[in-house]
């Protein structure tokens, strides 16, 4: 067996409903970045005079969630390169986040997933359950002492 075709290779493996799911995914890599003017136009040069400074930035990336059953994207950072994820009720679910790996004009989408597993927090109440009712014995019918 040539073990070396997973080299660079996530696998998962899970439970389902009594069945083992063994899952095969290629890790991406970023190996750049786009920049962008402030009109949002991708530039791939930038000139200016040795006396001056400009700020640069890269253009954020996208999250997403697989299911808003459970969770939300309660906020991400001016940057793009946090979020925050709040819970609704338990769950499972994936965390996505999809940026651009090309350079130039193309796109080649890299994408990163992060599982989540939300449980169920404290109880909250308690269940009850009742018996099966019955008559109530008259009170003429009862003994006294």
Known sequence: MNLNALYNTEIT??????????GFRQKSVAV???FFNPEGDEITMF?????????VSIKPPAWSL????????????ADGLKAVIA??????FQV???????????????????DMTL????????????????DQVPASTKKSK
């Open 87 to 92: 819970g609704d009720k338990p769950g499972s």
């Open 13 to 22: 493996i899970q439970i389902r409903d009594s069945a083992i799911v063994i």
């Open 119 to 134: 449980q169920p927090g404290q109880a909250t109440g308690f269940e009850m359950q009742t018996g099966t009712p019955t």
């Open 66 to 77: 697989s299911s808003p059953d459970f969770a939300h994207i309660k906020s991400t950072a």
């Open 47 to 55: 000139t200016m005079r040795y006396n001056q400074e400009v700020e």
């Open 96 to 114: 996505n986040v999809t940026g651009d790996a090309d350079l130039g004009t193309g796109v080649i989408p890299i994408v990163s997933m992060l």
């Open 32 to 34: 750049g970045f786009q």
